[in-house]
Each structure stands twice: as structure tokens, then as C-alpha cells.
Nanobody, 122 residues
Framework: VQLVESGGGLVQPGGSLRLSCVAS????????MYWIRQTPSKGLQWVSG??????????GYSHLVKDRFIVSRDSASNTVFLQMNNLNSEDTAVYYC??????????????RGQGTQVTVSS
């Protein structure tokens, strides 16, 4: 199983980025697919997720990113996306894509990608 993130980079405050997570070896609709981020000062934070297909939960967002980030899943390409808008310095972190069959808690993942750096700075 591989989860490969891309789309990170340097962006100015107020800007946008779109992260992608391409999965191989698993079907994204069979898993809770979610994004977590990590910084040295704040540790690991749950960001957003999309529930397994067939469950009624849909999508979820941390209060830190709600109304700014949008998570989505494309079954045709087996990819999960995170559209990040109106970014601020607090969003600077390494973003990881994670897949879990039990749920989308910070420690629930069965697989996690290598991460992509997002830096918000002027």
C-alpha cells in the first residue's frame, strides 16, 4: 500500500493550495481517508476526513479549518484531495494523508503517506 501526497509548497497568507493523495494497493472508498498535520510546536493535529463509502458520516473538519478547507474523494483516480483556501501562518505544517478502516482518529490509521510540506509566509 502506498499513499503519495503532492501539492504542498510555499504560499502567501490568504492564498490557496490543493493537496492530492494518490492511493495504490487500497481502494479509497473502502477506507476512512483523512488528513493530519504536524508541527514541532503543536504536534499532530487532525485536519479533515471523508468517511468510507456506505457510511453516513460524509466529511468532517477540524474547527481550525472549517469553512476554509474542502476535502473530497475521486474514486475513478483513487485519489483524495484537500483544497485549502485563505491560508494563514497557523496552517504551516507537514500534511499527511492517512487511511483507516476503523475510523479517522489521529491513531486510527492503518496507512500514512510520507507527507508534504505546506509553508504559509509572506
Amino acid at each position: 500500500v502506498q499513499l503519495v501526497e503532492s501539492g504542498g509548497g510555499l504560499v502567501q497568507p490568504g492564498g490557496s493550495l490543493r493537496l492530492s493523495c494518490v492511493a495504490s494497493g487500497l481502494i479509497v472508498s473502502d477506507y476512512y481517508m483523512y488528513w493530519i498535520r504536524q508541527t514541532p510546536s503543536k504536534g499532530l493535529q487532525w485536519v479533515s476526513g471523508v468517511a468510507r463509502g456506505g457510511t453516513g458520516t460524509g466529511t468532517g473538519y477540524s474547527h481550525l479549518v472549517k469553512d476554509r478547507f474542502i476535502v473530497s474523494r475521486d474514486s475513478a483516480s483513487n485519489t483524495v484531495f484537500l483544497q485549502m483556501n485563505n491560508l494563514n501562518s497557523e496552517d504551516t505544517a507537514v500534511y499527511y494523508c492517512a487511511a483507516g478502516q476503523r475510523g479517522w482518529g489521529l491513531q486510527d490509521f492503518d496507512y500514512r503517506g510520507q507527507g508534504t510540506q505546506v509553508t504559509v509566509s509572506s
